[in-house]
């Protein structure tokens, strides 16, 4: 079965920094685009990054580009989001999807699959 597995969330300074990563398992990870996505307390949930399947292209929303970096390494199964230049409007549970297909989609909806999501504090 599916599963994603989400770790590295924590507490950070503002102007801090975290690595996310997510271990894939259950699926052909190197056939599937990949997202990040957040939810802060009392909000919906905000497509935050995407790539595509084979990495070579990478997707933000505008809340967090030239500050977030989405990679992913197919040999290990695994997406990374590197965090940098944290502000305190970042913190939010955040969550590793799996999209439907080869091609990153900003909608939620078009993801079929999600783990349980690491919380990212930012606070001085």
């Known amino acids: 079965q599916v599963q994603l597995v989400e770790s590295g969330g924590g507490l950070a300074q503002p102007g801090g920094s975290l690595r996310l990563s997510c271990a894939a398992s259950?699926?052909?990870?190197?056939?599937?685009?990949m997202s990040w996505a957040r939810q802060a307390p009392g909000k919906g949930l905000e497509w935050v990054s995407g790539i595509s399947s084979d990495g070579s292209d990478t997707y933000y929303a505008d809340s967090v580009k030239g500050r977030f970096t989405i990679s992913r390494d197919n040999a290990k199964n695994t997406l990374y989001l590197q965090m940098n230049s944290l502000k305190p409007e970042d913190t939010a549970l955040y969550y590793c999807?799996?999209?439907?297909?080869?091609?990153?989609?900003?909608?939620?909806?078009?993801?079929?699959?999600w783990g349980q999501g690491t919380q990212v504090t930012v606070s001085s």
């Open positions: 259950g699926f052909t990870f190197s056939s599937y685009a």
């Open positions: 999807l799996k999209a439907k297909g080869v091609l990153y989609s900003h909608y939620v909806d078009d993801h079929d699959y």
